[in-house]
Structure formats: C-alpha cells, structure tokens
C-alpha cells in the first residue's frame, strides 16, 4: 500500500527554523510531482512548496517564497521542507503528497497519495 509519511513538525519561535521531511514506501517508481501542503482549522488546504521530480524544478506558494526550500533525495524517495524565519501565520498542519502531471502544482486533485499530516507550531 502506498503511503507518505511526514516527520520534523514541533514547536518553534518566530525567526525560528524547522525542518520537514516525506518519507514514501509501498510503490514502486516515482510520483512526477512531490509537494507540501498546509491547512488552519475553518481553510482550505494551502500549497506551499512541490517540485518536478523528474528535473528538480520548484514551485513555491507566495506566502514562503525566499523562506522556505523544498528538495528531494530520489534514492530515499525522500522530500524535505525546509523552513526559516517561521513566523506565527507558518502555524499549520503540513501534508506531503505525491501525484502526476494533470492539473496545477498546487491543485490537490494533482496529488493522489497524502500523508498524515504533521504540526507545525509558531509562538510570537
């Protein structure tokens, strides 16, 4: 069974760092597109970051452009988020998911496998 599993959430101080990382297991091959989503209680889910992991190419949403780095180890199967300078808005639950080539990069109907989710806290 294909799953996605996120690790690396916790709680942090704004300016703080954190480091999220994907793990992926139960399929063969590779997804064409890895990405990070967040979601706040009462909103819809957000993208944050996905990248091609065909050519390595990424996709940042506005809110974390120059903040946050989305890369990717494709022996491991692997994809790591690395957030800075959090601040309180950055509060969310981070999903991985794993999908193909239809639809937008932030389109979650591109992305047909999600993990669980994983808290990530900011305090001001």
């Known amino acids: 069974q294909a799953q996605l599993v996120e690790s690396g959430g916790g709680s942090v101080q704004a300016g703080g760092s954190l480091r999220l990382s994907c793990a992926a297991s139960?399929?063969?091959?590779?997804?064409?597109?890895m990405g990070w989503f967040r979601q706040t209680p009462g909103k819809e889910r957000e993208g944050v970051a996905a990248i091609d992991t065909g050519d390595g190419r990424q996709y940042y949403g506005d809110a974390v452009k120059g903040r946050f780095t989305i890369s990717q180890d494709n022996a491991k199967k692997t994809v790591d988020l690395q957030m800075n300078s959090l601040n309180p808005e950055d509060t969310a639950i981070y999903y991985c998911?794993?999908?193909?080539?239809?639809?937008?990069?932030?389109?979650?109907?591109?992305?047909?496998?999600w993990g669980q989710g994983t808290q990530v806290t900011v305090s001001s």
């Open positions: 998911a794993a999908g193909g080539i239809a639809y937008g990069v932030f389109d979650r109907r591109k992305y047909n496998i």
């Open positions: 139960g399929y063969t091959g590779s997804r064409a597109f």
